[in-house]
Structure formats: structure tokens, C-alpha cells
């Protein structure tokens, strides 16, 4: 986003306020696709590829995401397959996706690993909203955290700065503006997700 203040500051004191803000803003787009990831490993009835993304195989020493090693296919709605390209990290694999949280137990035939999805419990599915809503949580509280940097760093401005105090008024009106858009997007990834959790 672009933000327009008045010339008549000096130009440096322009600078200063934009960058608050466009700092504030990246802050703001980082806590939302952090929220995004930690939705995606949230595992639902259907099998879905990104629930793999945080789990690490020790390759030579090196934690691997599994999708480097592996093809990763999913023949139906309920069936993850992993083909390892090297065959000799299929026992690897099989293990840390046990040692995970993922709540899948993995098949190995020595070629590949199935995982399959048993569809959910409604008690399992309420366990996962609750997990989902303590993740947008952290979101908002980290939005909200920006905001207050924000507004900090508008004051100590204004007090070392001399930035006068209706740009002062109007900085913390766009910070607030930012805040309640990127809360905005966080309620309707929850809800979103809730409902792909919820739907059987």
C-alpha cells in the first residue's frame, strides 16, 4: 500500500512516517501467512499434501521436508502416497512421520508410503477448530503487537521529530485502518478453515 503524506514535513519526516507504516503492513502479511502455514498442517478428513509440510526427515544430517525428497501423490480423497526418489529413505520417512503429530499411521510396501485418512470424529473435528482458533489467536495478538510498535514509534516521532500532531492523528488513524483489515483476513481464513474441518 502507498501512503501519501504531505510535502510540507520535511522530507525526511515523510520518509520516517511511510516506513513506519509499510513496516507495520510487512509485520502484519508475515503473522498472515505464518496463520496460513499453521492452517495448512491442521489435517482434515481429506488428504491433503501441505499436512506434510512440517514434518523433517534427518537427511545426512539435514532436517528435509519430506516434499524434497519424494513425490507426493494423493489417488483419493482419503490416500497421501509418498514415492521416495532415493528408496533408501523410505525407513526414515515412515519414522518421522510417526514421531509427528500427525495422527496417521504411514503403510511402507518398500516402495512407497500410503498414509491414509480415516474420516474424523465430531469430537476430533471440534479439537481441530479449537486448534485452529488458538492459531488465529496468535495472529491477532501479533497483529495488535505491531499496531502497538507502530503507534509507538509514530509518538516517539512526534516527541523527538516534531512531527505535527495532525499527521501524528492521521498516521495512527492508517495504522488502525491496517490493523482492522489484517484482522479482517484472519476471521475469514478461521472461518474458512473451520468449515473445510467441520465438513464431513
Not at 497421501?80 to 510396501?109: F, H, M, R
Not at 489467536?137 to 507502530?150: F, G, L
Not at 512526534?158 to 499527521?167: I, R, T, Y
Request: aromatic share 4%.
Amino acid at each position: 500500500m502507498r501512503y501519501d503524506y504531505p510535502t510540507r514535513i520535511e522530507e525526511g519526516m515523510v520518509v520516517m512516517v511511510e516506513d513506519i507504516l509499510l513496516n507495520a503492513e510487512e509485520r502484519m502479511e508475515k503473522a498472515l501467512a505464518a496463520l496460513g502455514e499453521s492452517f495448512a498442517s491442521v489435517r482434515t478428513g481429506r488428504a491433503n499434501a501441505m499436512v506434510l509440510d512440517r514434518i523433517r526427515v534427518d537427511y545426512y544430517g539435514q532436517p528435509t521436508p519430506i516434499n524434497q525428497m519424494a513425490g507426493i501423490k494423493t489417488p483419493d480423497a482419503h490416500l497421501l502416497v509418498i514415492e521416495p526418489w532415493d528408496k533408501s529413505t523410505l525407513t526414515l520417512i515412515e519414522k518421522a512421520i510417526q514421531a509427528s503429530d500427525l495422527g496417521v499411521s504411514p503403510s511402507n510396501d518398500g516402495q512407497c508410503i500410503r498414509l491414509p485418512f480415516p474420516q474424523l470424529t465430531e469430537e476430533r473435528r471440534k479439537e481441530l477448530v479449537k486448534q485452529c482458533k488458538a492459531y488465529a489467536e496468535e495472529a491477532r495478538v501479533s497483529v495488535r503487537n505491531t499496531r502497538r510498535d507502530a503507534n509507538n514509534d509514530i509518538a516517539k516521532a512526534a516527541k523527538e521529530d516534531s512531527l505535527p500532531e495532525d499527521d501524528q492523528r492521521r498516521a495512527e488513524g492508517d495504522i488502525q485502518k491496517l490493523t482492522d483489515t489484517y484482522i479482517e483476513k484472519i476471521e475469514e481464513l478461521l472461518k474458512k478453515k473451520e468449515q473445510e474441518v467441520m465438513e464431513i
